[in-house]
């Protein structure tokens, strides 16, 4: 007998990156008690992890939970960017409505689109948030025909288009049902959660089923299993069978050893969890995602969406430039191997594969930005590597024909930068689908393009568009091969010997390019310091100081005037490496190098190379 639990709200809060999502969360947490009034609260509390923190980006999902009038409401934030999409399809699965969060001067974005299309599948009810409507250029009237259109496109039915909306400014903490109203406090956001959103309906009388849907991962207590109790309940000690919808032969039986409920950001110790609650389960080391935990007597599994696979690979390998081991912490193939696996506890849509070389593994993602926030997660905890370029993953149809990864590139930009923009992503294989003007002299265009059209293409919108223009990409299946793309159009200046970089050398190298690199630096042969302005690699010698004479004294020196160089961040070095280039990640530097550091070995495999193809 199927009852409904009235005492809790499960719901998703979906939104694209910087709509406010997090900064909203804040002022529910706050404003519901979860905080004591003197209590120290860090900005943005379910941003985690540094890197969320700097770029403003939620990866994983998390939850949280909030009560209001007895009422408890589990909110699962989930990431905004398509990278992390295997995130979201899980958590919508765990929540009976959603939060959609909307900018009200951005209006919705493509990855707002993604989510937002998965969640209208699943026939969840809607409430939509106008967040940031005190921005001084906010117009929030036009983003709610904006949003009600994208309803319309993706084709939602009644009930969804006739979604309340909510008005809200985050930041000051207020939000309102008309515009024309005064807002104080959160409670219109709160009331509409409680009256619209379904309560969690259950047998509590049936067998235990529970869905697992987000791995969470602890050192003290390995893998914690993260999902809703569909039906029945589940107790500490009780005995379950772990099965899954997609891999039938898993039949396992394990013992509740821990079980936890949210309240505010903590997990709280309890005996026992019926239907609608989100539930945290230590104890039991192999559990993934997917796995529902169920009566041994009627072992049913919950049918589950299948994570996405994997688009983009990058061999990761044991640094063995001349300065290895010099500034990380961990550098040993062991360690790169054992730090892999332990984020494939979290991270689901990641694969790792061993190589037939014990130094370097296979890592694929969903996207750069996937790879990239790994990178650098390692990089800050002390570990010292190599990668090499992002290449994607191709596929064989049917009919023998090869695939390939293709992406929706949505892109914002002022008027006069349009024509470069398509001029470029033409040369990298996309095709116009959408142009449209808007009354403020920005252009929006739509291309259909290859993932690997825009491996590199990121830094280059950005000089193209002078930083004004917003690049939005999205994972759109697999289709025909496009042809070659000619990536760089320049080539290297790689340092011709080991050494420290000298004013003199640098500045006569200067005239060849732009350089990476100052004075002071060390650098070591076949590393690159800087990007020619011709097609062609050059070698350099940047250690080099001037012959003295009798006339000419040391001091001398000091009137060249080198240009400031151009420091790389992490996304640009992966952006530029080539082929036959790596990267060279340690807590301290990216230095980016070639594959094969000696000058003579290096122009002998490209002489075979050449000869070969």
């Known amino acids: 007998m199927n009852i409904s639990r009235d005492d809790i709200r499960n719901v998703a809060i979906i939104a694209h990156v910087d709509h406010g999502k997090t900064t909203l969360v804040d002022e529910l947490l706050k404003q519901s008690g979860t905080f004591r009034k003197n209590q120290e609260v860090v ?24 009560t ?9 934030d989930t990431p905004g960017h398509a990278d992390f999409g295997g995130e979201v399809e899980r958590v919508l699965k765990m929540v009976d409505g959603v939060i959609l969060v909307v900018d009200a001067f951005e209006g919705p974005m493509p990855q707002t689109k993604f989510v937002t299309r998965k969640a209208l599948e699943l026939n969840l009810p809607f409430i939509v948030c106008i967040n940031k409507i005190d921005r001084p250029e906010a117009r929030p009237d036009e983003v709610m025909e904006e949003v009600l259109e994208l309803f319309l496109e993706l084709e939602a039915d009644d009930d969804q288009l006739d979604s309340p909306f909510v008005y809200a400014s985050a930041k000051a903490g207020i939000s309102m049902l ?42 003290y207590v390995g893998r914690i299993g993260v999902g809703k109790v569909d039906n029945g309940s589940i107790r ?57 935990l169920c009566s041994p007597d009627n072992p049913q599994p919950i049918p589950f969406q299948k994570i996405s696979e994997p688009t983009i690979a990058m061999q990761f390998l044991v640094n063995d430039s001349p300065l290895a081991g010099q500034e990380g912490k961990y550098v040993t193939s062991r360690h790169l191997r054992d730090r892999l696996f332990r984020e494939l506890n979290t991270d689901v849509s990641l694969r790792v594969e061993e190589m037939e070389s014990t130094d370097s593994f296979k890592v694929s993602g969903r996207g750069e930005l996937h790879l990239s926030v790994l990178i650098e997660n390692m990089r800050r905890e002390g570990y010292e590597f190599a990668v090499s370029k992002a290449e994607v993953l191709y596929r064989t149809d049917e009919n023998g024909k090869r695939t390939e ?14 024509g470069t923009v398509i001029d470029k992503l033409g040369q990298r294989k996309g095709e116009l689908q959408n142009m449209t003007m808007s009354g403020t002299g920005s252009t929006r265009l739509e291309f259909s393009i290859p993932s690997r059209g825009l491996i590199g293409y990121r830094g280059e919108f950005m000089t193209d568009t002078k930083g004004t223009g917003i690049i939005n990409t999205l994972f759109d299946g697999y289709g025909p091969y496009k042809g070659d793309i000619q990536y760089r159009k320049q080539g290297s200046l790689i340092a011709f010997e080991s050494g420290e970089a000298i004013t003199y050398g640098l500045f006569n190298a200067q005239d060849r390019g732009v350089l990476f690199i100052g004075p002071g630096e060390r650098v070591y042969a076949g590393m690159i310091i800087g990007q020619n302005a011709k097609t062609d690699d050059i070698d350099v010698n940047v250690c080099k100081t001037k012959k003295l004479t009798n006339t000419r004294a040391s001091g001398s020196d000091e009137a060249l005037k080198l240009s400031p160089p151009r420091i790389l961040s992490l996304e640009q070095a992966l952006e530029f490496i080539d ?15 070639k594959k094969i550091l000696d000058h003579t070995a290096r122009y002998r495999a490209k002489r075979n190379e050449q000869s070969q193809s």
Not at 43 to 66: C, F, P, Q, Y
Not at 68 to 76: E, H, L, P, R
Not at 180 to 193: A, C, H, K, N, S
Not at 236 to 256: A, F, S, T, Y
């Open 579 to 593: 082929t036959d280039e790596l990267l060279e990640i340690t807590p301290k530097n990216i230095r980016i190098r």
């Open 68 to 76: 209001y009038n007895g009422v408890k409401i589990n909110i699962v």
């Open 236 to 292: 500490v000690n009780q005995e379950v069978l772990m099965v899954n919808h997609h891999n039938p032969e898993l039949q396992k039986k394990v013992k509740i050893s821990k079980l936890y409920e949210f309240s505010g950001l903590n997990r709280v110790e309890v005996e026992e969890a019926t239907i609608g609650s989100i539930v945290a389960i230590s104890g039991i080391s192999d559990i993934s995602i997917g796995d529902t």
């Open 405 to 418: 990864p293709m992406e929706i590139a949505v892109i914002d930009v002022p008027e006069e930068f349009a």
């Open 178 to 219: 008309e515009l024309t109203e005064e807002g104080t406090d959160m409670t219109p956001l709160f009331e509409t959660i409680i009256d619209y959103i379904p309560a969690p309906t259950g047998d509590p009388e049936a067998d235990t089923q529970v869905l697992i849907s987000t791995i969470d991962y602890n050192e």
């Open 43 to 66: 900005e943005r509390v379910m941003d985690s992890n540094d890197i969320e923190r700097e770029r403003g980006i939620t990866i994983l999902s998390k939850n949280t939970a909030v």
